[in-house]
């Protein structure tokens, strides 16, 4: 059976998980992350090079959304402290 012409071609699934917006990221895997950032800007230089316009388009919306999972990653690291919040001072108690 033939593939329709306008079937438009899934990305990969780590590229599909990287594009989820509902995928949290584990910080662990920031530096697998990076690699694919990495990969992915170096698939789009050599898709440039040889004049593939619709898989420069696939794989800048891939890096597009590695990064974002990275920043993400990087927001949460600043925001994920312990926070005190003190003992409760409890006043005595006065009858009226």
Do not use: Y
């Not at 898989?55 to 959304?65: F, N």
């Amino acid at each position: 059976m033939r593939k329709p012409d306008n079937l438009v071609q899934m990305p990969k699934f780590r590229e599909a998980c990287i594009r989820c917006p509902v995928h949290w990221p584990d910080p662990a895997q920031r530096h697998r992350l990076a690699e694919i950032r990495d990969n992915l800007t170096a698939r789009i230089a050599e898709a440039e090079r040889e004049g593939w316009t619709g898989e420069v388009e696939g794989l800048k919306i891939s890096l597009a959304g590695a990064q974002d999972k990275l920043a993400q990653i990087d927001r949460r690291a600043k925001t994920a402290s312990t926070v005190d919040l003190a003992m409760p001072v409890f006043l005595q108690a006065t009858s009226p």
